[in-house]
């Protein structure tokens, strides 16, 4: 019998995988388990494994990552070969393939296996394992918590899916940290913003929305819950213009016509970020995020060099965000107040 697990949700696959092999009993230790990275395995070793006998038990299972997805580009000759051999596979063996989202349905050896899966008895299973939609993960996350024997409010699950965003991983490690914390109480937003770290990075984002609608008001809103949050100016100050040169960078990328991946991927940054910076950058022309920097830089100068208020050199720095960002300095912004 043979498995395909494949798509992005490797959490859920390898707990599904996890789930099969405690039921398939004690015997599978160390003796009875091979695992194979499929960017090395050559067929020969793979076929020796699933053709060892199990040592003192009924199973062996042969675990192999990524395969599928390295024979679309070739060999041609292991897609053959395995093909030929896995109608032949030994009854005691469970062959494992773990995929990511990529494998190609058109490869003989995909069709061959959806063949095998419906046949009459099954000789193999195919399984997808999606990531939840932005939409969903919300649900997602009120589940995952029920699953811990926890609560969590629609409401806290909705921020913690946006601050941390579609890394499941994480968001169960954070989810697991906010149970163990509730005690047995419902999880609210409140407990999410003062366990999860992300949160005062959700807060830099709301201000910058703020800014990009030039919303002066909410702007210096967001800016003072961050400030009571006790973040200090001048993280504030770092991590405003950290957005804006990301906002920069998206902007390039965009107009070389990268897609959303390629710029995830050319920047490194969380998926949560680059969604957040493709929304933001529409609402800014190239020259007036230099001229952003300019005002992030007199700013920088001035807290760092004179007596002047931080948090209030920090209102200045959004006012003149959210108006005109060609002003030739900072002085001139002296007489407004927030």
């Given at each position: 019998?043979f498995?395909?697990f494949?798509?992005?949700?490797?959490?859920?696959r390898?707990?599904?995988?996890?789930a099969l092999?405690?039921?398939?009993g004690?015997e599978?230790?160390d003796?009875?388990?091979s695992r194979?990275?499929?960017?090395?395995?050559t067929?020969e070793e793979?076929?020796?494994?699933?053709?060892?006998?199990?040592?003192l038990?009924?199973?062996?299972v042969?675990?192999?990552?990524?395969?599928?997805?390295r024979?679309?580009?070739g060999?041609?000759?292991?897609?053959?070969?395995?093909?030929?051999y896995?109608?032949h596979l030994?009854?005691?063996?469970?062959?494992?393939?773990?995929e990511?989202?990529?494998v190609?349905?058109?490869?003989?050896v995909?069709?061959?296996a959806?063949k095998?899966?419906t046949?009459?008895?099954p000789?193999?299973?195919?399984?997808e394992?999606?990531?939840?939609s932005p939409?969903?993960?919300p649900r997602?996350?009120?589940q995952?918590?029920?699953?811990?024997?926890?609560?969590?409010?629609?409401?806290?699950?909705?921020?913690?899916?946006?601050?941390?965003?579609?890394?499941?991983r994480?968001?169960?490690?954070?989810?697991e940290?906010?149970?163990?914390?509730?005690?047995?109480?419902?999880?609210?937003?409140?407990m999410v913003q003062?366990l999860?770290p992300?949160?005062?990075q959700a807060?830099i984002f709301?201000?910058?929305?703020?800014?990009?609608?030039r919303?002066?008001?909410?702007?210096?809103?967001?800016?003072?819950t961050?400030?009571?949050?006790?973040a200090a100016?001048t993280?504030?100050?770092?991590m405003?213009?950290?957005?804006?040169?990301?906002?920069?960078?998206?902007k390039e990328?965009?107009?070389?016509?990268?897609s959303?991946?390629?710029?995830?991927?050319?920047?490194?940054?969380h998926?949560?970020?680059?969604?957040?910076?493709?929304r933001?950058?529409?609402?800014?022309?190239?020259?007036?995020l230099?001229?952003?920097?300019?005002v992030l830089l007199?700013?920088d100068?001035?807290?760092?060099?004179?007596?002047?208020?931080?948090?209030?050199?920090?209102?200045?720095?959004?006012?003149?965000?959210?108006?005109?960002?060609?002003?030739?300095h900072?002085?001139?912004?002296?007489?407004?107040?927030?």
């Open positions: 019998m498995y395909i494949y798509g992005d949700n490797e959490l859920a390898d707990e599904a995988l996890a092999l405690s039921r398939a004690t599978l230790d003796f009875n388990v194979f990275d499929g960017k090395a395995v067929f793979l076929r020796h494994a699933c053709d060892t006998p199990p040592f038990g009924e199973r062996r042969v675990i192999v990552y990524g395969l599928l997805e024979l679309k580009q060999p041609k000759a292991f897609q053959e070969q395995l093909v030929e896995l109608p030994p009854e005691t063996t469970r062959l494992f393939f773990l990511g989202a990529g190609d349905r058109r490869m003989a995909w069709k061959l959806e095998l899966a046949a009459d008895p000789r193999g299973f195919i399984r394992f999606a990531v939840p939409a969903q993960l997602w996350i009120q995952r918590a029920r699953k811990k024997g926890g609560q969590i409010t629609p409401q806290a699950a909705q921020l913690l899916a946006e601050v941390v965003g579609t890394d499941l994480l968001l169960d490690q954070e989810l940290k906010l149970v163990n914390y509730a005690g047995g109480q419902v999880i609210t937003p409140k003062q999860v992300y949160t005062q807060n709301a201000l910058l929305d703020a800014i990009a609608q919303n002066e008001r909410q702007a210096l809103r967001q800016l003072a961050l400030l009571r949050a006790n100016p993280y504030v100050l770092f405003i213009a950290r957005q804006m040169r990301i906002l920069l960078h998206v990328l965009r107009a070389q016509g990268a959303t991946q390629e710029i995830r991927r050319r920047l490194n940054l998926p949560y970020v680059v969604e957040k910076a493709l933001q950058v529409r609402h800014f022309s190239t020259s007036q230099e001229a952003a920097f300019e007199e700013a100068v001035e807290i760092k060099t004179s007596s002047a208020d931080p948090a209030h050199v920090l209102q200045l720095v959004i006012l003149r965000l959210c108006g005109e960002l060609d002003l030739p900072l002085a001139q912004a002296q007489n407004r107040t927030p």
